[in-house]
């Protein structure tokens, strides 16, 4: 296996782990009523962190695979790290926006705040699933 493919793989699984990990981080925050700006803050804070590893792993992850001349695994890894800064370009701007509701007791903001949050966890849940399907596909 050449060094490229080596630094491929390392960066695909990085960026499984990372994506896992904050599915598995995300969900039980769901419990949390999101009644509070601290809920709120803790929430975005922990969803901008998860859009910056994802870009970073994923661009790591596009690279090495270009470098290994896997061209078409190198686009969608390209792909997840655009979708990752348009997610947080997107999704951080609203759940500001919502906790700033939520401090000013504007009671709708709670269930969008909770909807804006589930949408998040799915669409990190898709991306988790098209990084298993591509190592199920590099392993054939």
Do not use: E
Request: proline share 3%; glycine share 6%; charged share 10%.
């Amino acid at each position: 296996m050449s060094a490229a493919m080596f630094a491929a793989l390392f960066f695909t699984v990085a960026l499984l782990v990372t994506t896992a990990y904050f599915i598995m981080g995300s969900l039980p925050l769901l419990v949390l009523k999101h009644d509070t700006p601290l809920d709120a803050r803790f929430v975005r804070g922990f969803f901008n962190l998860y859009y910056n590893a994802a870009f970073i792993t994923a661009a790591a992850t596009a690279v090495s695979f270009a470098c290994a001349g896997r061209l078409g695994i190198a686009a969608g890894a390209a792909g997840l790290a655009v979708v990752a800064v348009l997610l947080r370009k997107k999704v951080i701007p609203k759940m500001d926006a919502l906790g700033s509701q939520i401090q000013a007791n504007y009671m709708d903001a709670i269930p969008g705040f909770r909807r804006t949050h589930v949408t998040a966890i799915l669409i990190n849940i898709a991306q988790l699933v098209a990084i298993v399907w591509t190592l199920i596909s590099l392993s054939k």
